[in-house]
Nanobody
Framework: QVQLVESGGGLVQAGGSLRLSCAAS????????MGWFRQAPGKEREFVAA????????YYADSVKGRFTISRDNALHTVYLQMNSLKPEDTAIYYC????????????????????WGQGTQVTVSS
């Protein structure tokens, strides 16, 4: 079981930046797949970015590619999401997710494959 706590959300103007953090408990963090998902009002939860535990390979949704960067610090048990050039359509609750059993690349994109979730942090981008 991995417990996750997100932080770093807030209100920012379009074109601005935010960095989200997700602090994880548990000794298996370095091997865990970590993902960021988001959910806007009235919409389904969608994949944003993910990072492998084994080699820190990264994956991004097309909508954030080139603007967002996911990274991890295994010593601090923390994963980050650096968000630049933010747009109003990035407004959502952002959730951190973790799982130690993901293997196939496609699994990293699927919310249903992650067994551990944080409570979420609100990101609001004003136009």
């Amino acid at each position: 079981q991995v417990q996750l706590v997100e932080s770093g959300g807030g209100l920012v103007q379009a074109g601005g930046s935010l960095r989200l953090s997700c602090a994880a408990s548990g000794r298996t963090f370095s091997n865990a797949a970590m993902g960021w998902f988001r959910q806007a009002p009235g919409k389904e939860r969608e994949f944003v970015a993910a990072i492998r535990g084994s080699d820190s390979s990264t994956y991004y949704a097309d909508s954030v590619k080139g603007r967002f960067t996911i990274s991890r610090d295994n010593a601090l048990h923390t994963v980050y999401l650096q968000m630049n050039s933010l747009k109003p359509e990035d407004t959502a609750i952002y959730y951190c997710a973790a799982d130690t059993s993901l293997y196939y690349t496609v699994s990293y994109y699927l919310a249903g494959k992650y067994r551990n979730w944080g409570q979420g942090t609100q990101v609001t981008v004003s136009s």
